[in-house]
Structures are given as C-alpha cells and as structure tokens.
C-alpha cells in the first residue's frame, strides 16, 4: 500500500481534497428535491422551444445590437482604464482595489450606477467597464509576468528602456492579450445581456421577462438568437470590423439622460449611510442613542443576513466547483476528436456551446421547476455553465496535443496520452473560475436562493441601499480571501498557459 | 580582454562553476566543450555579462519571440543602435533600409524565408539561424555563442561558424561535439563538473587528449569526487 | 483614472442637465403580461400628448424598485406604481401626489393558492399554514408580497419566516402560479387579477391548483405624480393631467394595465399601506 501512495502526485492530491471539501458543503447544504409535477409547466417550455416565435419581441433587432454594443463599449472602457493599470498591479493596493471591484457582480455595479446615473446607457456600460478593468489588469500582470525573460537577456547591452519593453515583453504578450481580449469580449456580450434583467435594453430585459412570465415561445426564441450570436462571434466580429462597430455603437446608444451632480452627491452623502445616521448634519448630533442604534442595525445586518448570506454562498459555490469540474473532466473528454470520433465530438461541442452561451439563470429557472426551490437547481446551473465553458477552453489545448506512437484511440489511452497534458490547465481554469462562480452566485439571489446576493437584492428592492453596500462589502471580503487562498494553492504547481480564463 | 580568478558560480541552487581562473585576450577564438551539465552556458552567461558592452551573446534560450516575425526577431540585435521611438514605428511598419540588410543576413545563413513570416511558423533549425542572425545584427567585435549550431547538420554547421569567426575578432563559443569543428579555433577549453580540466591551444590538441577528456572512467572519477 | 473620467462627465452633463426637462416622461409596469411594454404604452403616451399639448414620452423599467428610483431621479415625473412602490416613492419625493387608481384598486385583494396535495380547504377563515412550503411573488410588490405577509402576522400571530418551512420569493405572480402548480412550493400568495386572467385563459390546472383564501380588499396599484410639474410644464398642469387620465376610456389603452377605467385618489388612500409596511419592517 505505502508504495502505491507515492504514486499519488499533486493533481491527484487536490482532485481528492477539492471533492472531499465539496462533499462536506453539499452534505451541509439543502438539496431536498421537492416536486410534484412539474410537468405541465415543463410541456409549456418544450412546447415553446419547439415552436420559437421570432416576432413575438418588439424592437428586437435594436436590442440585439444594443446587446453588442453594450458589451464593445464595456470592454473598451475596460481596456482603457485597465490595460494601464496592469503596469502597476504589482503595487499591494491596486491589486486589493482591483480585487474589490472585481468581486461585485456587473448586476450590482449597474444596481449602484442606476441610483446616480438612472436608466442611461452609462449605467450599463459602466458597469461592464469597471469589473472587466479590474480583470484586465490582473489578467494583463499575469501574462506579463509569465513573458521569458531570456528575450531581455538577449537584447544588445544598451537598448533603451521603452524598446526593450515592447520588443522584448510586450511582442511576447501580444498574442495571449488579443486571445484574452477575444474571449473576454465573448464574456461582455453575456454580461451585456445579464444586464437586460435589469433594465437595460439589451436581449435579457425580454428573455427574463420572457421567461418569468411563462411565454416561452418568445423566450425560446431570444434564447436561440443569443447564442446564435455568441457562436458566430469568429464570424461577424472581424478585427478590421470593430472599428465601425465601435463608432456605431457609440451613435446609436440609446439617448443618454443627463447625469445630476446632485444625484451623485445625494447618492454618496445620504444614500449610502445607515438609517442611524441620516439626517445628521454635524457630529454634535450624533449621541449615544444614535451610535446605540448604528451598532444595533449594523449588528442585525451583519447576523441575520451576512453571515447566513456568505455561509450559503460558500456552500453553493464549492459545491458547485466539484460538479463543474466532473462536467469538464467529462465533456473535454467527450468532445475529443480522437477519442469519440468526429461526429460525435461535434455535437458535443455545439452542447457546449449551447451549455456556455446560456445564462445560468435560465438554468437555474429550468431545474427549479423540476426539482423545487433548494439549493440543488443553483449548483446544477453552476456547474453545467462553468464546466461547459472550462472545457470548451480545455478543448483547445487537447487539440493541440501531440499523441505519442502507442495511442490507442480509446480511454485508457486518452487517460495516459491526453489527460496529464491537460489536466493542470484544467484546474487551473477551475480555480480561477471559482471567482467567477462565487460572483455569479449573485444572480441565484434573484431567484430566491439565499445567497448573498438575495439579500443585496433585497437592500435594493427595499430601498435600503446603506443595507445593500454593507453586504456588498462583505462580498468583496469574502472574494478577496478566497482569492488569496486560491492563489497560494496555485501558486504551487502550476505553469499553466494563462491565455483563457 | 577578460580576467577571471577563483570564481565559483551557482546554477538553481547547485554548484555550477568551482573555483575557476581563466583569462581570455582579445582576437583569441575560443572554443568550450564538456558534457551536458559541466557548467558550459553558466561560465558563457558570466562571460557575457563582464563583456555586455562589448559582445554579442547567442543563447541557448534564444529568447526569440513567437508572435513576431522572422525579420523583427532579427531587427531586435539593432534596438541599441536606433532611437526608440524609430524602434516602435518599425515595430507597425519596418523601415527599408534594415528590412534589406536583415534579410541579406538572413540569406548569407541560407535562411531563405519570407521577412515577415511569423516565428512560430519556422522549424527548430530555422529557428536557431534567426537566433544567430539577430546576434550576427549585433555587429559587435565579440560573439558569445551557446551551442548555436547544435540544431543544424554538421555541414551546414561548419559553414555558419567560419562566418562567425570571420565577422568577429574574438569569439567564445561552446560545442556540444568533439566534431573536426574544434580545429577552426585557437584554444580549446575543457570544462567537467565545473571545473576546467582543459586548456590547450589548437597545436598541442590532439584526439587522445580530446577522447581522454570524454572518456567514461575520467567521467566516472570527477562524478565520484 | 475611472474618477477622473466620472467626475469630468458629471461636471459635462450638469451644465446640460436643463437641457431635457421639457419632455414629460414616464413608466408604468403592468401587473399582468409584460410583453410588449414599449409598443403598448408609447400609445399611451400618444394619448397624453394630444390631450396634454406636451412631448410625452414612456419609459419601460424593469421592476418596481427602477421604477421608484427613476422617479426619485426625476427620470420619469409620473409613474403607474403598486400600493407599496408609490408609498415608498412618495417617502422619497416629498410634495409628490398620487392622482388616480384604477377602479379595481379600491378594493384589491390577495388570493392564496395551494397545491391539492396540500389538502388544505377553501374557507372564508384564514387557513393553518404552519409548516408548509410557501411563496411570495416579487419581493416589492404589494399583493404578492407586503399584503399577504401582513395577513400571515396578523391571523398567524407570528413572523412569517417563524411559520413555514420553506419560504420563497417566486419573483412574479404568473411565477408563483407555475412553482405551486408544479408543487415546487404547496402555497402561494398573489395577485387576485393574475389569477383569474390564468383561469380564464385556461393556463392554470385548477384541479391541481385552488384558491384557499381570500384576503380583505385594500388599495394598490396608483398614479403619482411630481411635485412641480406645473412649474415645467405650465399652470394647471397636474389638474389636466389627472383629467386626461380620469377619462381615459379606449379599451385598448386600458387594457395594457390592465383597468376598466381609472377614479380619483390621494396620498390618503394609501395610508393602510404605509401603517402595514412599517408593520411589517418593509419601511422604517
């Protein structure tokens, strides 16, 4: 036996602790399936699948462009204010206000930017921007750092600084940071759409409707179209194209409401505060009774809904990176060409497609019907969506692979010959994704899981946004830990091609 | 030209270099040989970076870059020669005049391809030649070469480094092989496990001495000490 | 860098801030179908702008919390508002007034709907519901939410997170009518309108699903306007505004509400409202 346990080397290791953790928070979590017939409404959405109704939308062609718009504005505001930034990130605190902002879902940016800028189209963009700057910059460190240094060593003695940069890091980087930007962008228009349940008017303002209200031959539909537009992005999206695209974008936004200083004064002086402290003008007015009641609401915040809020949070997200990880394991599997054949791999690969394109809301709206109200149906879109999209990254490095002479074509050998090769990338892009997963939690929140992002829903709908910032910033306190910790096990064993995340 | 006296040098935690003195004059060419892991591009690397103003240095790393193409890989030896802002508008839109010695380089090294081939497109031994170009663009009096012909056929090797030698007044070259290449130079050095067992001048070589240096028991006896 | 762009289009768009007033503007979200928002009410919109002689124009907000943030913004300066959203909206914009209901709105009322397998009987008297899995509609709203949670407390003598086992917040009222039919929750809580629309379309198995009990009527869904209006868009203004309002009568234009007609109301109406939100800890 002790012979055998040499043989268990560290991926072996972390698959093993990774599964254990989530078995302890599934076991802890609810995932009581309750449901009766769900049948009837079941047959209504297959029925509307079948028959999608394209005309059922109004201004529908405007939505599916302000969808691409939305989502080229966001990334380019992104990249401006970013890209600089990755320069810098090696400073401890851009690193940590990044994180921050990176931790807030885009729902919440464009929940914070509706107060001050209202329904603009500034709202929307901006919070595409700031969240993907945020990424950028770290994305934008990382690549850079991960550039050979032996090109610098090379270059002639007394080389200037600002060639010695370009030629010898940023050529090196070029590349990953275009992909990078390709795929991110693949990102914006999904975001972009998410933002539509909101209120903007991109694609998810009618499929949520859509779906909510049970016309499902719409929702069918709009469903087809987005992720008809996310797999044809190779096809429309042309680099010589986004130029035009940018210009367009930028004349046929919806007409901007004027921003109010005031607003965003009224926004940052009252808004913001605890109920406590409203209203208070100078110190002097603040007594005990006042502070007595400032502890008292910041206390029943901070236990009756962040702290069940974040330990529900953490349960369904490591849950759900365990089943995202069986799904990438296996679909990256299945859609191997020299394993399952060609035909087969291709169908796969547009499930995949399909499985990425597709909000996990709807997911998770789909499951809640069959399976009832618990944490269950959440996961499932979890893990179905994020394990659709790691292995579909996955997949494009195991095409690449070299097999060796003994291949034989079948799952052993794709167990000896492809899976070592590719299995630190893929948990690599796992962990990475568990921000994203942990962020994307959120929008269960919406959908009555009691995440987190239930109860900032919650502060916004009640119009208690000093509620909604507090739990806010224990979003971004419980991302940044996970953040640092998931970096210390990475940092480990892994040099992993950091291209897509 | 260059002095070293007791030198010991690290390599990823582990002795590379042992107390080593060797002194090196100008117009000398130097050929290095030993094993693989005998401490050869440790000793070139410190070389190159006493002589950094001086000398052109063609890696082992190469430190080529693949989103590139052939010809900027190349241009790269002339960054120091150029001012930066003619550095990057080169980098958008090559200029004609280095577009044209590049690629006359690049023919004198039989590397008959497309200027703006990407790199990634070109075969390992393609590749090396674009390494030894860049470093040839350098145009210094001194070239310090890591195996830069290992990945080429031996006549195509010997033709390269004739080149080499000629362009330059002082070379400092490691082989990998006991191949007749040794004889184009003027001194050969010999290094095992860091230290240098070898320094004879190109008359007093001779096979037995070369097959003794290489030979297993020699091997086995400095890898027990 | 993100400030100093923010702060140079804060400062940019201030000065044009005068610029737009003159367009009247505002939302409306029905609390049945929401299809085809824009095409319905940019007819409203018409409507008002040939009997108001001002550029009107409709826009579509997504929930009812948008929609009190818009008009608190002054993005929109008259708003069709559930009982609750007009309360909170009239907290935050003082000196706004609501000026008509629709005539259901005077006695609206909260159905509440079970599964069969619940086994709970239809009563004039409020049902047992301790223990059972339930759902809300969307968390702002009055009928499916502030209502209904109301009742519980008062027939059931405590917290309603105290009483079921599960509770849900469905984010809808058609939502809630599919999650009890489909047995995900045994009991729901909704909109009386909601539910007898589904009837009669035939959407809704009511062997499946029933009608447990009915609430006590009380006042919902309102028009509330800004304070100022006339000062923008001339004398007499608000008065016209809920005339034109009142005597909407094209069914097509009612039927986007939908309403049979719309009546006069105040901000006194809604006081219940405002007593049962605070009741209930919805506003402080």
């Known amino acids: 036996m002790p012979k055998s346990i040499s043989f268990v080397g560290h991926w072996q290791k972390v698959t093993l602790i990774l599964w254990a953790i989530a078995l302890v928070c599934f076991l802890f979590s609810d995932t009581e399936i309750i449901s009766l017939d769900p049948w009837s409404e079941l047959q209504r959405m297959i029925q509307g699948l079948m028959t999608p109704d394209f005309f059922a939308t109004e201004y529908l062609l405007e939505a599916l462009w302000q969808t691409i718009s939305f989502a080229l504005l966001g990334v380019l505001g992104g990249l401006i204010w970013g890209a600089p930034l990755a320069l810098l990130y090696s400073n401890r605190f851009i690193a940590a206000g990044c994180a921050v902002i990176r931790s807030i879902h885009e729902i919440f940016w464009a929940l914070i930017f509706l107060q001050i800028f209202g329904l603009s189209p500034l709202t929307g963009i901006l919070a595409i921007a700031l969240p993907y700057g945020a990424t950028f910059a770290r994305v934008f460190f990382d690549i850079l750092l991960q550039s050979p240094q032996s090109t610098v060593e090379t270059l002639p003695a007394r080389t200037d600084r600002v060639s010695r940069y370009f030629y010898g890091k940023i050529s090196h980087v070029m590349v990953p940071i275009l992909a990078y930007i390709r795929y991110r962008f693949e990102c914006a228009l999904r975001s972009s759409a998410v933002l539509g349940f909101i209120g903007m008017p991109t694609l998810g303002f009618y499929l949520e409707t859509a779906f909510r209200q049970g016309h499902y031959h719409e929702g069918a539909a709009l469903l087809i179209l987005f992720i008809a537009l996310i797999g044809s992005i190779t096809f429309w999206c042309r680099p010589r194209l986004i130029i035009i695209y940018l210009v367009l974008a930028l004349f046929t936004l919806p007409s901007m409401h004027s921003i109010d200083a005031s607003l965003v004064w009224r926004f940052l002086s009252q808004d913001i505060l605890p109920p406590a402290l409203q209203g208070v003008t100078d110190l002097s007015q603040l007594d005990l009774s006042r502070i007595n009641e400032l502890i008292n609401w910041g206390k029943s915040v901070f236990f009756e809904q962040a702290i069940p809020g974040m330990l529900v949070t953490l349960l369904l997200a490591l849950s759900a990176l365990a089943m995202s990880h069986l799904v990438s394991v296996t679909l990256s599997a299945f859609a191997f060409k020299r394993l399952t054949g060609k035909f087969f791999s291709v169908v796969i690969r547009l499930l995949l497609l399909i499985l990425r394109s597709i909000p996990e809301y709807i997911f998770a709206f789909i499951f809640m019907l069959l399976l009832g109200p618990s944490m269950l149906p959440a996961m499932l879109a979890l893990a179905l969506h994020n394990g659709a999209l790691i292995a579909f990254l996955t997949i494009k490095q195991s095409d690449n692979v070299v097999n060796s002479s003994v291949y034989n074509g079948r799952i052993d050998g794709y167990c000896y010959d492809v899976l070592p090769k590719i299995y630190p990338n893929l948990m690599g892009l796992l962990f990475y994704r568990f921000e994203v997963i942990l962020r994307e939690t959120a929008i269960f929140g919406m959908l009555g899981v009691a995440t987190l992002g239930f109860y900032i829903d919650s502060g916004f709908s009640e119009i208690r946004y000093s509620t909604a910032l507090l739990l806010m910033a224990c979003t971004a306190l419980l991302n940044i830990l996970v953040d640092m910790i998931s970096r210390q096990l990475l940092r480990q064993n892994t040099q992993t091609a950091l291209a897509c995340r | 030209m260059v002095k070293i006296d007791n030198l010991t040098l690290k390599y990823a935690d582990k002795l590379a270099i042992r107390q080593l003195s060797l002194s090196i004059a100008s117009g000398e060419k130097v050929a290095i040989i030993g094993p693989s892991g005998s401490g050869k591009s440790t000793l070139l690397s410190h070389l190159y970076s006493l002589l950094k103003e001086r000398a052109a240095f063609c890696s082992q790393k190469q430190g080529l870059v693949d989103g590139l193409s052939t010809y900027h890989n190349v241009y790269m030896g002339a960054l120091s020669r150029h001012h930066w802002t003619y550095n990057l508008i080169n980098l958008i839109v090559p200029f004609s005049t280095p577009l044209a010695e590049v690629e006359a380089l690049c023919h004198q090294l039989s590397l008959d391809v497309p200027m703006s081939k990407v790199l990634s497109k070109l075969s390992g031994g393609q590749r090396q030649r674009v390494a030894l170009a860049r470093a040839l663009y350098q145009q210094q009096a001194t070239f310090i070469g890591d195996e830069p012909f290992s990945a080429l056929d031996p006549l195509m090797a010997e033709q390269l480094l004739t080149m080499v030698l000629a362009g330059h007044s002082t070379c400092i070259i490691a082989l990998h092989d006991k191949s007749g290449a040794l004889r184009h130079f003027d001194r050969i050095l010999g290094l095992r496990n860091g230290e240098l067992c070898l320094d004879v001048t190109q008359d007093a070589l001779t096979p037995e001495l070369i097959d003794n240096f290489y030979s297993p028991e020699t091997l086995a006896l400095v890898s027990n000490a | ?284």
Request: proline fraction near 4%; hydrophobic fraction near 40%.
């Open chain 3, 1 to 284: 860098m993100g400030l100093f762009k923010m702060a140079a289009l804060v400062a940019l768009s201030s000065i044009s801030s005068s610029v737009f007033a003159a367009v009247f503007t505002f939302t409306a979200i029905p609390d049945e179908n929401e299809s085809q928002l824009r095409t319905r009410f940019e007819k409203v919109a018409f409507y008002l702008e040939k009997e108001l002689g001002v550029e009107v124009k409709y826009v579509p907000v997504k929930s009812y919390s948008a929609a009190v943030t818009a008009f608190r913004n002054n993005q929109v300066q008259l708003a069709w508002f559930g009982g609750l959203s007009g309360v909170q909206a009239r907290r935050l914009v003082p000196g706004s007034e609501a000026i008509a209901q629709g005539n259901e709105d005077q006695f609206f009322q909260s159905y509440f709907i079970a599964h069969h397998s619940a086994q709970i009987i239809p009563s004039d008297n409020f049902p047992n519901l301790n223990g059972v899995t339930f759902t809300f509609g969307s968390k702002g709203s009055t009928s499916g939410r502030l209502m209904p949670e109301f009742f519980i407390e008062r027939n059931l003598g405590k917290k309603a997170k105290d009483v079921f086992k599960r509770i849900g917040f469905s984010g809808d009222h058609s939502r809630t009518i599919a999650q009890v039919e489909s047995g995900a929750y045994q009991v729901g809580a909704l909109n009386y309108k909601v539910w007898e629309t589904a009837v009669e379309n035939g959407t809704v198995d009511v062997n499946k699903v029933k009608v447990i009990w009915q609430s006590p009527t009380y006042p919902d869904y309102q028009w509330t306007v800004r304070e100022g209006v006339d000062n923008t868009f001339g004398d007499g203004f608000k008065e016209r505004l809920t005339q034109a309002l009142l005597d909407m009568d094209d069914p097509e234009l009612l039927a986007s509400f939908p309403r049979k007609s719309f009546v006069p109301a105040d901000n006194l109406d809604y006081e219940p409202i405002e007593n049962v939100a605070k009741a209930i800890g919805l506003i402080d």
